[in-house]
């Protein structure tokens, strides 16, 4: 492999990480409309239903958990931009213990943890009954997914972007295969979809293992005093925690966004429920670019090299702003016959036109936001990350109280816009401080 952290950090360069990137993300929904689709040849809503609050909680518990693929970056590319080869190895062990070990207490704790899901998301006794038989199933492949995030984490840090589009398209072309197979062919239904999932999962863990034998090659994966120096573990523990922590606060956002949404009524939900599907669209499309500024920027660090990291997050920005331009027209001018295609009912499509104006503009202002998280991530400053979101949420509930008596669900709207706008803001105010201390 050769030197990524000495190379010259071009525009070509900054394009191979993350059009993979963007790519892999762009698959993720058509498994979702797959494992639909198939269910739904049964002739039955139960079953689809079920399939949907299944995947939603588990999705949902997942994704807290993606704080082991951002710190493992962070880590491992600093680890690359100064030369210890021995700790890019051991922080490979490190991310697949961690998310072994994550993954076999949330099968210790599935019950409490569907029964917290089925609150949150309540069904009819038959759609629960499904989707339990669907959660069974499922959650034995918690060590192998949450451990990937890991084997993701580091392969981004090695700009293997190419490997990581690999590991998504074997595990969604398993998955759909073995749909086809055990619903439509060996008739078993719900469990049928899981299993296929869980097949999948466990198949792109062993893939992945394989993608990464490079970290493997020398003994220091499994020097037991290096992967455990508790100076090391402590702080890949710590950065895990602050972005969990910021996670969490995201995650408060959007949930209160759709609660408080409901609110205003079935039409208004619905629709706020499709418009958040833009936003999503959004977040995978410049994921891509964020996730190389944390490989750019992380190298730049360990190298100690203030003029590569501001290189690395400036281009990073650059062309997450011309993907940035081209989603804000997309919305502009699409949006509305999207919205058609996605909801038939007149009411629904006339108030997500409504709101559209919200979706169109989320992705200039989450610009910002998105590529000072790549640098504050490959800088490994998670404390401010998590410090500065937390003050977006407070903000976020503040400007939500203000405005939604007025302005009912634009003001709803307006209160999301203005989080954007604060966490922008105060990632920037605390820019200046990661320069002066890093260098």
Known sequence: MPDTAAQAITHRRVLSISIPIVVANATVPLLGLVDTGVVGQMGEAAPIGAVGIGAIILSAIYWLFGFLRMGTTGLTSQAIGAGQNREESALLSRALLIGGLIGLTVIALQKPIFWAGFQLAPASDEVEALARDYLVVRVWGAPALIALYGINGWLIAKERTGSVLLLQLF??????????????????????????????????????????????????????????????????????????????????????????GARFGDVTLAANQILLQFLHVTSYMLDGFAQAAE?????????????????????????????TLALCLFFALLGGPLIDLMAKAPEVQADARAFLIYAAIAPALGLAPYMLDGVFIGATRTRDMRNMMALSLLVYVVFALLLVPSFANHGLWMALMISFLARTITMALRYPALERDLF
């Open 171 to 260: 595990m969604n072309g398993i998955n759909i295969l073995l749909d086809l197979w055990f619903v439509l062919g060996l008739g078993w239904g719900v469990q049928g979809v899981a299993l296929a999932t869980l097949i999948a999962e466990w198949g792109g863990f062993c893939l992945g293992l394989w993608l990464c034998v490079s970290g493997f090659k020398s003994g220091a994966w499994r020097d037991r005093a290096l992967v455990f120096d508790q100076a090391r573990l402590r702080l890949m523990l710590v950065i895990n925690r602050d972005i969990l922590l910021r996670s969490l606060f995201i995650e408060i956002i959007f949930v209160s966004f759709l609660f408080a």
């Open 295 to 323: 490989t750019l920027v992380g190298k730049a660090v360990g190298r100690s090299d203030k003029s590569r990291l501001r290189r690395g997050a400036l281009l990073a920005s650059l062309w997450g702003g011309v993907m």
